[in-house]
Each structure stands twice: as structure tokens, then as C-alpha cells.
């Protein structure tokens, strides 16, 4: 079967993403050209822990500009899953917090939110961050309706499937759920004591998320009923993410040091380590329950192994030499 063509929801979004990725790469490029655009210590950017930043951060978005890219064409729904889905994953984990905290920030304390002491100049952060939230809502966008092309069966499918490895997949769900819950807990206490307005939406998010999280990995291993499979796939989906893609963050900012900030240690630095682990175990039993379901049947074939690109008039008729 021929894959299916691009459709203009999925085209849009995906031009969206790419337009808004586009002032994130090119200060990246200048930055690692040696032009310290928008910032007034130069040495600030020739850190080597900044420099080395700066070059992790902008291959994240060089590879999110070619999903994106990808989205919009048939030979995007050839990339295989492994291909597609971890950086998807990782992405979407990190830029749903910022979709809902930085406009919510900037209407509780206007654009003073962007001011700092340091040495970014105020209009670099609110070119990074309005990028960062048109980008993470047309790539999360683009990437449902990918999904429901590619993978249509996970939209229509119910809980209460088990596997082969169900068994397992229930240990892993139910071991993580009170160290996720204990997680969100500690972020949601956090939140509740902080002085800074969006440090405290931040932390109130991640915690949140970190909840139904959990939550969701044991709905999607022993729910039963007619439920359907999608909604705890989405909160499970982008728990999990937050969870990683932030502590795996923190966890460099904390191994490389450098200008951006200093050691976590004590509760802080266990918080974000174990987020790091937790999300990973549960991302991974969720791989194995989408695995599972999912079968070959269930994945929507880039193409018929006896179909070129012109599906049946590329097939020779049985009768053919009877003409």
C-alpha cells in the first residue's frame, strides 16, 4: 500500500514548527561561530561547557526541523519507529512544559519575566522561548495527526488488551507508580512553597504530569473495559517525557557545571535523578505494550511488497500471456 499523503492539517503544522524552529538555529549558529549575538560577555559563550551546550541543544533542533520536514511527505511515513518516535519523545517532554508556563508566565508578570542579571540580553530569551512555543505545539500537532495516519489503530483501539508480557509490564507499572506519585508529591510541595510565580507553575506542571503519569502506564497495562487506549497513552506519553527529557537536563547541567548553574545535590539532585530513571523504565514497558498491540497487521505498511509506487498498475494480471 502506497503511503498516505501529507494532509494540509499535518503540511500546516509541520510549516509552523519548522518557522518557529528557525531564530532558535540561527542564534546557535552564530554562537558557535564565535558572534555572541544578544549577549554581552563574549567569554560567557566561549565556555567550554556552554560551547559544548550549545552544540547538544542545537543538534536537538536540527533533528525536530527533520522530523518536522519529514512529516509533510509520503517517505516520512517510511522512517522506522525507533527513528521517529524516542526523539519525539524526548521533544514533546520538554517543550509541553514550556507551551503552558511560558505564556502563562508572561501574562502573571508581562515580558519582565525575561529580565535576568546575566549576561543573555531580555530579547534573546523571548525569541528562544515564543519559538519554543510555537515549534512544541505545531511539532505536537503534526506529529497526532502522523500518528493517527501511520498508526490508526491506536486512536480506535481499547484498554484491557494484555500481551505476552503483560505479567511483567504490570510489576514494571505498579513498581513506578509510587515513585512517580512520590515524585509529582515533592514538585507539587515545591510549588506550593515557592516565591517565584513561574518557578512554581514549572514545578506545579512537572508534577502534575509526573501524577498521571503514573497513573496512566497502570490504566494502560490492567484497564479494563470499553475505555479507550488513547488518552492514558497521551498522559503516560508526556509524564514520562517531562520526567526524562527535564532530569536528563538538570543531570548534564550538574555533571558539565559551568556558567548555566550550579550542583544540585541533596533532595533536588535525587528528585531530578530518579525522575531521569523513572520516566526511562516506564517509557520503556510502554514501548513493549505499544509493541505488543500493535502487531505488524496493526502498522500501516509503507508499501505492499509486490506494489511499486503505482500500487495495482505496477502488477502484471494472471492472464497475461493469454491477451
Given at each position: 500500500m502506497t503511503p498516505q499523503q501529507a494532509g494540509i492539517g499535518r503540511i500546516t503544522a509541520a510549516i509552523v514548527a519548522m518557522a518557529a524552529m528557525l531564530p532558535y538555529l540561527t542564534l546557535?549558529?552564530?554562537?558557535l561561530t564565535g558572534h555572541p549575538v544578544?549577549?554581552?560577555?563574549?567569554?560567557f559563550m566561549n565556555d567550554p561547557a556552554m560551547v559544548g551546550l550549545n552544540a547538544m541543544t542545537f543538534g536537538m533542533d536540527a533533528v525536530a526541523l527533520l522530523l518536522a520536514l519529514?512529516?509533510?511527505t509520503r517517505q516520512g511515513m517510511r522512517l522506522p519507529a525507533w527513528l521517529v518516535l524516542p526523539p519525539l519523545w524526548v521533544g514533546t517532554g520538554l517543550l509541553s512544559v514550556v507551551v503552558v508556563t511560558a505564556p502563562i508566565g508572561v501574562l502573571m508578570e508581562g515580558v519582565s519575566v525575561f529580565s535576568t542579571d546575566g549576561p543573555i540580553?531580555?530579547?534573546?530569551?523571548m525569541t528562544v522561548y515564543g519559538g519554543f512555543v510555537g515549534q512544541g505545539v505545531g511539532l505536537m500537532v503534526a506529529f497526532v495527526l502522523y500518528a493517527r495516519d501511520r498508526w490508526p489503530d491506536v486512536f480506535s483501539t481499547t484498554l484491557g488488551q494484555v500481551g505476552p508480557t503483560g505479567p511483567f509490564q504490570t510489576v514494571v507499572a505498579r513498581g513506578a507508580l509510587p515513585v512517580s506519585a512520590l515524585l509529582g508529591v515533592t514538585r507539587l510541595y515545591w510549588a506550593a512553597g515557592d516565591p517565584s510565580p513561574v518557578q512554581a507553575l514549572q514545578d506545579g506542571v512537572k508534577g502534575l504530569l509526573a501524577l498521571g503519569a503514573g497513573i496512566a502506564l497502570v490504566l494502560l497495562v490492567r484497564g479494563r473495559g470499553a475505555g479507550p487506549f488513547w488518552p492514558p497513552l497521551v498522559a503516560g506519553w508526556l509524564g514520562t517525557g517531562v520526567m526524562f527529557g527535564w532530569g536528563l537536563y538538570a543531570m548534564i547541567l550538574t555533571v558539565t557545571g559551568g556558567p548555566l548553574g550550579g550542583?544540585?545535590?541533596?533532595?533536588v539532585g535525587l528528585v531530578e535523578l530518579f525522575g531521569t530513571l523513572t520516566g526511562l523504565v516506564m517509557a520503556m514497558c510502554g514501548a513493549f505494550l505499544l509493541a505488543e498491540r500493535s502487531g505488524v497487521?496493526?502498522?500501516q505498511a509503507a508499501?505492499?511488497?509486490?506494489e511499486g509506487e503505482d500500487r495495482e498498475d505496477d502488477r502484471e494480471t494472471a492472464d497475461h500471456g493469454h491477451r
Open positions: 546557535k549558529i552564530f554562537w544578544g549577549v554581552s560577555d563574549p567569554a519529514a512529516f509533510t540580553a531580555p530579547w534573546v530569551y550542583r544540585m545535590t541533596g533532595v497487521g496493526h502498522v508499501q505492499h511488497p509486490l
